[in-house]
């Protein structure tokens, strides 16, 4: 068990370019997460797959964001059209559905800072 | 609707002296509550976590934390801190019946320790 990863963990990127994260859960999870966090704040919730299944949005999630997760393993978020308040710590975790906690663990983050 | 609400955004406290981090929940159903501890530039660890079975709940590095429904309250606790335990803790409810297991995070609470 490697736990959660996700790449990169740094990203600058200048306004109005796209962007693309990813995430590679545990591998026997079926539930993966995408949160946002902003400084001084915590985690907002942004999405979740079931396999590859995406069952809930937040409304946080624009239609410049989108999520995928072809296979039921890796996921990937993209953001299209970047604004500065896009800037922030994007983390994903991941979860065995079906046990009785379904506890989330969660990956070190991507920062993205848009100039 | 689920939230949590964590009185207070800093705590100071001297090396050897207890911790106490409070968080209030509310939750349209029975919820599951979890503590999680966030170092500098590493990712969210869980500490503890309660899911209906016993109220006082142990967790790692000494932490444990007591739920409490009839004040919906499920405040952190330590003995004796280390100066280790500087971090940023975050309060967590969840609802797996009604909502996926989404997370709602609290603001957070930044633990000082003096040495």
């Known amino acids: 068990d490697t736990g959660v990863s996700q790449d990169p963990r740094h990203k600058i990127t200048k306004r109005g370019q796209n962007v693309t994260f990813r995430c590679d859960p545990i591998s026997e999870h079926n539930r993966l997460y995408w949160y946002r966090q902003t400084l001084g704040q915590g985690p907002e919730f942004l999405t979740y797959f079931q396999n590859e299944a995406q069952l809930e949005k937040s409304r946080l999630l624009s239609d410049r964001f989108s999520a995928e997760r072809p296979k039921g393993s890796f996921s990937t978020l993209e953001i299209q059209r970047t604004e500065q308040g896009d800037s922030a710590m994007y983390l994903c975790a991941s979860s065995l559905f079906g046990t009785n906690t379904d506890t989330q663990y969660f990956g070190p983050g991507t920062r993205l800072t848009v100039l | 609707a689920q939230s949590v609400t964590q009185l207070d955004s800093h705590v100071s406290v001297s090396e050897g002296t207890p911790v106490l981090l409070r968080c209030n929940y509310s939750?349209?159903?029975?919820?599951?509550l979890f503590w999680y501890v966030q170092h500098p530039n590493k990712g969210l660890q869980l500490l503890l976590k309660?899911?209906?079975?016993?109220?006082l709940v142990k967790g790692i590095n000494g932490f444990e934390a007591e739920f409490k429904k009839s004040e919906t309250s499920f405040h952190l606790t330590k003995p004796s801190a280390h100066m280790s335990d500087a971090a940023e803790y975050f309060c967590v409810v969840s609802d797996v019946k009604n909502t996926g297991n989404q997370f709602y995070f609290g603001t957070g609470t930044s633990l000082t320790v003096i040495p």
């Open positions: 309660y899911t209906s079975a016993a109220t």
């Open positions: 939750s349209s159903y029975s919820p599951s």
